[in-house]
């Protein structure tokens, strides 16, 4: 079962058409990576989705029921841009008053459970004025799963997060989906990151999915390549190019040969050339590349 199916959606703000028939399946059980460039349509896709704003045209399905079906919104945790809490109260009080919000009856068991899932139970007794923007936004997901529910959808909740704060979402979000039966929708900009805990991507522009495909999909279009430097990387180019014919010189100053079966192959080539290689790896394009590569493809909007 799919736990969002999206077919043709569309939304206008005023004359702005945000969303010109948009399509997204994601399967439950995914961590879907929601990629785009600014003002793509994915926040406004994921407000629909969480029932926030309202859409004028196309079907969308949450686990198989119409989205205006009222069970189905209990299902739903969302974070887009901060949670709404109240600064001066406690970490454990803003979950409080969410939980009582939502009529939830066992409210502390129900608080404990999800500052445990986002590993702030340390942090309980906080203000929240007092918390750190990792922690905050773990407070969101916090806040985003009491209740329960089968579907997260978060908005750039990785964002402004150190490395330590990215691995620990990371972590929060890997065990939520495999753990505990979450689909996890999340968009974010920070495509290394995002790849290194997505099942599945989806990528819009213009307010249309232009790409959606699993991780291993990704994996096995993604072409491998040789890299390499030495002391004259222009030359070493020229040369290499008589040969291969692809040889591009990437940010980090490495020379990239994808034509190579295999760096011993090039290594030998240059050395009967009189080059001398100092450094040379196999490396994968990842999720980045394959992204930039994809909008070039597409051309401007
Ligand atoms: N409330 C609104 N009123 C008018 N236009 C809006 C409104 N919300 C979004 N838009 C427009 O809809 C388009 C899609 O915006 P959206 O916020 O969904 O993009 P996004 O993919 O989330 O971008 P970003 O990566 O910057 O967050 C943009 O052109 C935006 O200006
Ligand atoms: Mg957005």
């Known amino acids: 079962m799919n736990a969002i199916e999206i077919k043709n959606l569309t939304k206008n703000f005023g004359e702005k058409q945000a969303l ?20 793509s349509g994915k926040s406004t896709t994921e407000k629909i989705l969480c029932g926030l704003i309202p859409y004028n045209g196309g079907d969308v399905k949450l686990f198989g029921k119409p989205l205006t079906d009222v069970n189905i919104r209990a299902n739903i945790g969302v974070l887009i841009e901060s ?24 409210a502390a ?21 007092n918390c750190s923007l990792g922690m905050k936004q773990r407070i969101g997901i916090a806040m985003a799963l009491l209740g329960d529910p089968a579907l997260l959808v978060l908005d750039e ?11 620990i979402m990371r972590e929060v ?3 939520l989906a495999q753990n505990h039966g979450c689909t996890v929708l999340v968009s974010s900009h ?9 099942t599945h991507y989806g990528i819009v522009r ?29 030359n070493t180019k020229f040369v290499l190019r008589n040969r291969y014919a692809r040889v591009e010189e990437d940010e980090q100053g490495y020379l ?15 050395y009967e050339k009189g080059i001398l290689v100092h450094e040379i790896k196999t490396a994968k394009i990842g999720l980045e590349e394959y992204y930039i590569d994809l909008m070039k493809e597409k051309g401007a909007r």
């Open 157 to 167: 909740p990785i964002n402004g997060l150190d490395a330590d704060g990215m691995r």
């Open 256 to 270: 990239r040969v994808y034509e190579a079966k295999n760096p011993e192959e090039v290594v030998t080539y240059l």
């Open 109 to 129: 068991d129900e608080v404990r459970k999800v500052l445990k899932l986002v590993r702030m139970e340390g942090a309980a007794g906080n203000k929240y004025k």
């Open 206 to 234: 213009g307010g249309r999915m232009i790409k959606e495909m699993t991780a291993e999909e990704l994996n096995a279009s993604c072409r491998t390549f040789v890299a390499l430097q030495t002391k004259n990387q222009e």
């Open 83 to 106: 949670p709404g809490c109240f600064p001066s109260l406690s970490v454990w009080n803003n979950l409080m008053i969410q939980a009582a919000n939502l009529g939830i009856t066992n």
């Open 173 to 175: 979000l890997t065990d």
């Open 190 to 198: 920070i495509l290394g990151e995002l790849e290194k805990i997505a």
């Open 20 to 39: 010109k028939g948009l399509d997204m399946t994601v399967p439950v059980g995914a961590i879907y990576g929601f990629i785009g460039e600014n003002g």
